[in-house]
């Protein structure tokens, strides 16, 4: 490989920036290109009937005989979550912890890519050389076990990459961000940090996940209820306060949720749980105790319509035959992820009103953020000193708050960049500057459609959603200029026709004149006829009900 | 009338509970009625084209010989905005302050029906006698000017709605919540305190409007860039707010927003807001002064996409020709409605990515709740010391908060209940229990149509809103037994087509071999070629893109 003195060390943003989930970032240096991170997206509110969201990565494909590997942060979806699709087109290895790629392999095998994905297990504090870098983990807390963040080693300098972090002095496996390590490489000189900023509005320290498991114990000493338990599957450490409380007053554990049950049983197997034995119990079992000796961990902490939580609550649960009633007490262990609010509600308002005592986070402390807060972004940076600071994974407004941290610490202005996504980052150990924009954006995954759902689709989808359609089906006899058969009128979500009789008649009425009349002028093109069809019948329509739905003409040949 | 000492006194919710929005409350003595506000609500996510909802009036429209008038508490959408509907039925005399009725009538214009209300004008501190009640209106502050609370005198006892409202001791206008007159009624003993409950989750003491000068104040003394300010139109104090810090600093107001415009008009000549001569400017006259002599009051602060502030983040705003930029400083004065998060946050980020500075509540405190916290709660029910606690306006789990906070001053829990939308309470001197449940619940509005869209267009519009639509048309010769013409496939929200011409003729194929099938057993029956044509398209296009797109089956008779 050559590498000479002039080339710029290229970070490229595919994901993550400008809008929450789906991170990846290409770090490429000559002919040598590492991802960090491939995550997946929700779709918008306005995306209609997709499932997910994934990142263009047309840059890769085009490049994928640079790509030396990715590496992985933590196990969380807006992270892990889009490999399956990369891994279609660019085969490359994917470095990880443990935990992360235990939930990984759960993933793969969902997608039935279990074999051909080359996976390597990396620890904190390892270094892995590759290419032109070299990649050492470094332990960070965050709300899933086994989070690390990256300093990159490379022919300008070194960049770390915080990935999602807190700074937990208190966390339950006594593993705590390496500050010391931050602290060290900032000594030695670090060229560029790239900072998460989901709450770099938030003044203050994010509380210690322990505080959850005070919260949970005094819960726990002052009900003999039942206590069923609603929380993130892969917060790990969460269940596993849980499981401690629950040992702490004498209850038996039973799990409900398939992400739930997969998490348990591979953070066990793995070793980052632990669950006394006979303590687990089967759903089953659950009637041979009183409510006071039981806890039910379960997911559908965002109100999921298809979790568990959700199907016990509205009584669609066919395992837990029990239903939640007055004898129980349900704790929501989370915070609703922006979007998710109603949801989440709908969930409260109906356990309460049948009688379930219901805490959740606005009443009690059982849930903490596993993001960090001023305070520790300030910290972080301050360890590291970096040369330049680039504020990432975050909407515009976030990074803008980061930037202004950074800015408190110490870094000069000119050395803060905002990232834009797909647009390049080139550094050297003197200056940093934005470079060639590459194709970015999002890819829509509709069932098994990726990337077949764009505009033109969506539009329609709105269009359909917001007023239905109306039909209009008829045969001409193009020959003589005259109506064969129909027209047919037929709608779907624009009235109910059964009352609507007379509506639908004018409609009818209106259709035929239209196109006799297009026809009449001795057009007939079947384009002027339908878009005619079209015109006069939305204005019809407009006028007697101030609604649009969509015109679907359809001219039969005969 | 006939009254007997064995009647009791009837209120029944017909709006404002489990749900925000659409507060409409009937109070019933023998042959009187009187309704307390009368408000719309906004459509849920997955009531797809629908534009309002408004309460279900069949209870008022079965007994509207009995109806005396309608009470409104305060000016807000939620409280008056279903009236003009309700008038196309029953016109009852209406009761409102000076401020309300002025909204009022702006709306009642919009519908052509400003000259059938009867509208009546009350001050706080007036009795209004009205068959078997006496209505005394009390002052509150809340987040609009004029709003008022009932004591309603009864002949089982005197029984208060507290509107929506917070304890504001150092008002701008200098009238604060009438404490004092809830105090005497709470001496003289009051049977029961319908209270609301929209902040009763929330610890503590909500904050006076006057924080918000204060923070404008420092804006304003810190920056020489042109201010444009998004607030609620309707929140005359926070807007004369604005005007004084403008004054104190020497700047012209400029003010956009269809809705901003007509109640700053409506609240200047009605003596609520006070503007000094030669202050206010035309948009037009804004390029005459520097950016540090400006402030624009615009409407927007919910992120509306037909907004004043949306059209000009994103450019589309044609009066306001100069864009937002470098020389601009952006205050949100407000907090994201639930729901609106998203939209609000897409305004701020693009603002920020423009290079303006934008200022919201989460940086600085720009906006305060207009409804009570926890200690202001119980500050009233402990003045009111009613017999009876009914916590109203909100969803459940607020009702359910506002119950704890009525045990804590001392009300018997026995003598709290939580009331059910449409079920009666029925009260006497003594006692306080569920009666009979009434028609009650949504009406969708989608344009002009009142209640025409309903599960089954819903269900409809989901469908397509999901996957599209594929309409299969073809014409049958029914004595023969054969497809005459056929089958033409069109499809809209599904894929793009033109991408997808393999698929599209697997679905012609398909549709063509399904119906030949049907119609080979011998069956030429329609509903049996239809039911077959869109089972087996179901289960070819679920197998080939796991979506489920609408089949709409046409056949025509030729």
Known sequence: MAKTKKQKLKVIPLGGIGEVGKNLTVVEYGDDIIIIDCGLGFPDDDMLGIDLVIP??????KN????????????????????????????????????????????????HLEKIAQLNCIKAGSVTKIGAFSLEAIRVNHSIADSVAYAIGTPVGTVIFSGDFKIDVTPIDGEMT??????????????????????????GFTPSERIVGDSLDTIFASTNKRVTIATFSSNVHRVQQIINASEKFGRKIAVTGRSMISVIKAA?????????????????EMKRYRPDQLTLITTGSQGEPMSALYR????????????????????ISATPIPGNEKLVSAIINELLRKGVEVVYNQVADVHVSGHACQEEIKLLTALVKPRFFI?????????????????????????ILIPEIGKTIELDSRSVKMGQQVPSGKILVD????????SVVLRDRKHLAQDGLIAVVLAIDTEGGYILSGPD??????????????????????????????????????????????????????????????????????
Chains 1, 2 share one sequence.
């Open 178 to 203: 390496d500050l010391t390590r931050f602290g060290e490489l900032g000594k030695k000189g670090v060229l560029a940090l790239f900072c998460e900023s989901t709450n770099a509005e938030r003044q």
């Open 64 to 111: 994928c005989e640079k790509i030396r590997a990715i590496f992985l942060t933590h196990g969380h979806e807006d992270h892990i979550g889009a490999i399956p699709y990369l891994l279609r087109t660019i085969n490359v290895p994917i470095y990880a912890t443990r935990l992360t790629l235990g939930i990984l392999q759960n993933k793969l095998e969902e997608h």
């Open 312 to 331: 016990m609550t509205f009584s669609e649960h066919e395992r837990v035959k029990v239903n939640l009633g007055r004898d129980d007490l349900v704790v």
């Open 391 to 415: 504020p990432t994974h975050g909407e515009y407004k976030h990074l803008t708050s980061n930037k202004a941290l950074a800015v408190q610490v110490g870094i000069p202005e000119e050395n």
């Open 268 to 284: 066990t197997s793995l070793g980052y749980m632990r669950i006394p034995d006979g303590m687990l119990i089967g759903l089953e």
């Open 56 to 61: 263009d990565v047309t840059y890769l494909e």
């Open 447 to 454: 069932g098994y459609g990726v990337g077949d759902v764009g």
């Open 489 to 558: 009128v037929v709608s779907r979500g624009f009235v109910y026709v059964k009352e609507s009789e007379e509506l639908m008649e004018s409609v009818r009425l209106m259709a035929r004149q239209s196109v006799e009349r297009t026809l009449d002028s001795g057009n007939c093109d079947y384009n002027s006829i339908k878009s005619n069809l079209r015109d006069d019948l939305t204005k019809l329509l407009y006028n007697k009900t101030k609604r649009k739905p969509m015109i679907l003409p359809i001219i039969m040949d005969v």
